[in-house]
């Protein structure tokens, strides 16, 4: 999507990255996604033609997309995880090499309830202990896993699931004694990762680990991304999440932020802006982009096609985070 220079903290539109051929083409970006017959010829060729300069600037660059499980987590999941299998066939159609990182937390805790077992959390993470981590493999590999590879292959590409222990390539270790089997990720062996897109595959990795011993760990899946990004050197690192973005003001939603520094947003965090669940996110893209990812973005996953609205229309949505 669009990039610019250090801006004030201020919701202020972003910048092109590339010129436009024509500036009336955003008006047809707008129309409503499921209804492409209200878009006259004349626009449709509009929308292809401002997607055009950003096709030719991102092809063959690597894209490190983290679909988070409370983007998939509500009643309209199906709709929403077909339209984010149809954005991630459109970027790997035109060269764009996509990687799936993806978490599950809303469906663990939904099967753990079925169950019977209780759910504790420290600091926003899961306490895990033997059985929660069983719980969360056969959530993230078995199911979360399958159906988004699933939705992909249904679509035109071909994907691979992994899972962070499979060739070594999310090495852990405990977080604290407290949360049990809750692991931070210690180095990333991106090798099956590069052999996948070398292929022409999307890989779609499920973030549980392992140590040097083989215990297994539940890694949190932003911070997993952010890891993954870094090691790849990927141009962009994108989070899809429930919320439009970041706001300077959690209350207001006028104070949507389009664009922040990494020093920006360790600014909202100290202010108490970013909390909770989204320090993890904010977190991992502060680093990523210090450890030279391009830059990283948080975007509402419920919004229909909001990968493409991002990186190839000259307005994008959501918040992008700069070094």
């Known amino acids: 999507m669009t990039e610019q220079p250090t801006v004030p903290l201020t919701a202020e539109a972003k910048a092109p990255e590339a010129p436009t051929a024509d500036p009336k083409a955003p008006e047809a970006l707008t129309a409503d996604p ?39 987590g509500d009643s309209n999941e199906a709709a929403e995880l077909a339209h984010f299998a149809e954005d991630v066939v459109m970027l790997h159609a035109v060269g764009i090499r996509v990687v799936v990182v993806h978490g599950g937390g809303p ?21 895990t202990d033997a059985e929660t981590l069983d719980i969360a493999r056969m959530v993230l590999v078995g199911k ?16 691979v699931g992994l899972s962070g222990e499979d060739a070594g390539l999310l090495r852990a270790a405990p977080r604290s004694a407290a949360l049990g089997f809750v692991g931070d990720v210690t180095s990333v062996d991106t090798d099956i990762i590069d052999r996948l897109l070398a292929e022409d595959v999307v890989p779609v990795i499920a973030t549980i680990g392992s140590d040097d011993a083989g215990q297994s760990y539940n890694i949190n899946a932003d ?11 990927a141009e962009k690192l994108v989070y899809l999440t429930n919320i439009e973005g970041l706001r300077s003001d959690v209350n207001d939603a006028r104070s949507l932020l389009s664009a ?19 320090i993890p996110k904010v977190a991992s893209c502060s680093r990523a982009v210090r450890a030279g990812v391009g830059h990283a973005h948080i975007l509402d ?3 229909p096609h909001v990968l493409l609205l991002e990186i190839f229309t000259n307005s994008g949505i959501g918040t992008m985070v700069s070094a």
């Not at 922040?260 to 989204?278: P, Y």
Request: charge should be neutral; charged fraction near 20%.
């Open 107 to 127: 469906q663990i805790g939904a099967l753990m309830e079925r169950l019977g077992k209780e759910t504790a959390f420290i600091d926003g993470l899961r306490v």
């Open 34 to 72: 499921k209804a492409p017959e209200a878009l006259t010829a004349e626009a449709k060729a509009e929308v292809l033609v401002e997607a055009l300069p950003y096709i030719r600037r991102f092809r063959g660059q690597v894209l490190v997309i983290k679909y988070g499980g409370n983007a998939m």
């Open 301 to 303: 996953g419920r919004v």
């Open 144 to 159: 979360v896993n399958r159906d988004i590879v699933g939705a992909i292959g249904s679509r035109g590409a071909v994907a």
């Open 260 to 278: 922040v520094t990494a020093d920006q947003l360790d600014d909202l965090v100290t202010s108490g802006a970013i909390t909770t669940g989204m």
């Open 223 to 233: 911070t997993a991304a952010g890891a993954i990004a870094e090691a790849l050197c």
